[in-house]
């Protein structure tokens, strides 16, 4: 079993910048696939960002690419996001997933979810 636990999600104004915390526990973290995913209301889960085992390639949806970046700090079992010229269109509830090897952007394909985190964006 793994857990995750999402933190730094908040209200920020349009431009603005937050970081997003994934804390997990339970499992050698390295040995799990981390993403990011997003759910405004009415909306399906969407992925926005995934890093693999080691940091060694990161994948990102169309519309957060040059703004978000994804990272992970294996010695703090812990995967970051951080997010930079926010929109009102980013606002959402962040989820934190994990998963075993292969890496993937379907949340249908990851096992371990945190309970997530709402960003909100003001314009």
């Known amino acids: 079993q793994v857990q995750l636990v999402e933190s730094g999600g908040g209200l920020v104004q349009a431009g603005g910048s937050l970081r997003l915390s994934c804390a997990a526990s339970g499992r050698t973290f390295s040995t799990l696939h981390m993403g990011w995913f997003r759910q405004a209301p009415g909306k399906e889960r969407e992925f926005v960002a995934a890093?693999?085992?080691?940091?060694?390639?990161?994948y990102y949806t169309d519309s957060v690419k040059g703004r978000f970046t994804i990272s992970r700090d294996n010695a703090k079992n812990t995967v970051y996001l951080q997010m930079n010229s926010l929109k009102p269109e980013d606002t959402a509830v962040y989820y934190c997933?994990?998963?075993?090897?292969?890496?993937?952007?379907?949340?249908?394909?990851?096992?371990?979810w945190g309970q997530g985190t709402q960003v909100t964006v003001s314009s």
């Open positions: 997933a994990a998963k075993a090897p292969p890496p993937s952007r379907k949340a249908n394909e990851y096992d371990y």
């Open positions: 890093i693999m085992l080691f940091g060694s390639a990161t």
